[in-house]
Nanobody, 115 residues
Framework: QVQLVESGGGLVQPGGSLRLSCVASGFTFRIYGMSWYRQAPGEQRELVALITSSSSTNYADSVKGRFTISRDNAKNTVYLQMNSLKPEDTAVYYC?????????WGQGIQVTVSS
């Protein structure tokens, strides 16, 4: 069965860093585009970063220059390196796998940026 399991979230001070990981199973990871979304309380879920099967990347304007998405197909894992974190980055972060009409979501992980 398909699973996407996120890890690496938590509480961090403004200016700090975190690295999120998402381990996938149950589908052919290497052919899927992978992405990270986030949802803050009372807000809509928004796209943070994506990486294609050929490792092209794209980022939301709000995180450009601070976040980096990467993938390791040998480990079926996608990462989100988050640097220079701001309080407005506080949200539940979700990873997503996409291939044509197939979309799979992780359960989400909390990231809180606060002093």
């Amino acid at each position: 069965q398909v699973q996407l399991v996120e890890s690496g979230g938590g509480l961090v001070q403004p200016g700090g860093s975190l690295r999120l990981s998402c381990v996938a199973s149950g589908f052919t990871f290497r052919i899927y585009g992978m992405s990270w979304y986030r949802q803050a309380p009372g807000e809509q879920r928004e796209l943070v970063a994506l990486i294609t099967s050929s490792s092209s990347t794209n980022y939301a304007d709000s995180v450009k220059g601070r976040f980096t998405i990467s993938r390791d197909n040998a480990k079926n894992t996608v990462y989100l390196q988050m640097n220079s974190l701001k309080p407005e980055d506080t949200a539940v972060y979700y990873c997503k796998g996409t291939w044509f009409q197939y979309n799979y979501w992780g359960q989400g992980i909390q990231v809180t940026v606060s002093s």
